[in-house]
């Protein structure tokens, strides 16, 4: 399971530094330019693979069938549908919303960019938001995980077969959970921008249900991890707290609806719940860096100038990333990737990456550059930073691999993936009970099943990448490493 972890610097000269920085900004790069389309193509296929429930009849990855059609129904409610976080058999509300957050992200800014794909994209929006509204349908309870991670985890079997514990977990007004709850009224209101002209009726029942989400959040506050400590920690724990879900729903909010209390809401709280901030990090735990973005799309049109602290601390955010500060607080590999010490090091390369694109976009119609010191970071130095990072995934490394699961000629064959890396039910149509999967887990032979655009943690920080599923850390795929990479994709495959 990819999950947050403790982030410890890694000690670099400044030699170093130097060397990464003119890698970085000057070097060009040997390989053949990228489809950037194709990537993009794959990488929205990737989440009909994670796909739970009933699939519909245009799903495209064939090897995949139905699965978990009874979720919820041991509290009797329909909870199927939704999506597979990563290379297990367990839905994670949290990490589900926030992918459903970052894709939506990625439509209402490149939209225009996706040209035949835009389709595709929307339908793997509304598959998050269509689990999302069940998940909050009932008043005062919001269901926010289906499965028991240690039950799921004891077993290596495919999602068609499973029949470890179906668990569902909630939050309500005894146990909150006030950072699921904000990051789920994020994803909604997100959306509903999305499909504010493509389905008026939608769109708008998205907004509510934001809206409801969000007050409860904001009432009853407190962290899920508290709530519910035995059932997603350490998987989904929040260590950063729930204040900056909150900033992050109602910015959001405000961005969706207009309303004039949620621009209160921010003001008001603009102290008050940036306890602990991180401003260099963004993620489903943490939402600082893309909250200052996301606000300051608003201060550079002018029309919001008394959150222009916002804008402040993006400036921030942006020369915290520049390689070769004399104090970075993100370090890159020897090969020129972002790299933060824990699990899944590629979610920190997509979301850091598509927040230097979408400010990058917001300075350039403000006609603005950052002064970072003696450097000013212009746009076109932050487009090239974020192409570096995904050109990087797409083969331009050391070890000449694209970190795309069938993009390129050589790629990751043996992911950390239960579905893949077991036969399909077309292939074997008798079951694989939980033990039996095992060996194909132990097995050095390629996963049979391609699972088409995943991409997965990726190298570690000496740019080595073991091709192996017991190393899940590097080998694991998880939907919050592809939702921001849809966004960075669409534009670059409009501007290669």
Known sequence: MARKSCHIPAKFSPIFIAA????????????????????LRKSILFFEGQRSGKLPPDQRLRWRRDSALHDGASVGVD??????????????????????????????????????ELGNALKAVKWGTDYLLKATAKDGIIYVQVGDAFSDHNCWERPEDMD???????????????????????????????????????????????????????RHRGAY???????VCPFYCDVNGYQDELLWGAAWLHKASRRREFREYIVKNEVVLRAGETINEFGWDNKHAGINILISK???????????????????????LLPGIAHPQVQYSPGGLIFKAGGSNMQHVTSLSFLLLAYSNYLSHANRAVPCG?????????????????????????????????YGSRYPQRIHHRASSLPSVQAHPARIGCKAGSKYYLSPNPNPNLL???????????????????????????????????????YFSAHP
């Open 79 to 116: 909870l199927s549908g939704g999506y597979y976080d990563a290379g297990d058999n367990i839905k994670f509300g949290f990490p589900m919303a926030f992918t459903t957050t970052l894709l939506s992200w990625s439509i209402i800014d490149l939209g225009k960019n996706m040209g035949s």
């Open 298 to 320: 608003e201060v550079l049109m002018g029309k919001e100038d008394d959150l222009k602290s916002f804008q402040i601390m993006a400036d921030g955010f942006i020369c915290s």
């Open 20 to 39: 990464a920085l003119f890698f970085l900004l000057f070097a060009t790069s040997t390989a053949a330019a990228h489809d950037y389309h194709d990537a």
């Open 374 to 406: 003696s450097r000013s970071a212009t746009p076109a130095l932050l487009k090239q930073l974020a192409k570096r990072q995904v050109d990087y995934i797409l083969g331009d490394n050391p070890l000449r691999m694209s970190y795309m699961v069938g």
């Open 452 to 490: 088409i655009g995943a991409v997965v943690g990726g190298p570690n920080s000496s740019d080595a990448f073991p091709d192996s599923r017991p190393f899940f850390q590097e080998s694991e795929p998880t939907t919050y490493i592809n939702a921001p990479l849809v966004g960075l994709l669409a």
């Open 164 to 218: 470890t514990l179906r668990t569902v977990y909630k939050i309500d007004a005894n146990n909150p959970g006030s950072d699921v709850a904000g990051e789920t009224a994020a994803a909604l209101a997100a959306a509903s921008i999305v499909f504010r002209t493509r389905n008026p009726a939608y769109s708008r029942l998205l907004l509510n249900r934001a809206i409801k989400v969000f007050r409860f959040a904001d």
């Open 225 to 231: 991890s508290s709530s519910l400590h035995s059932a």
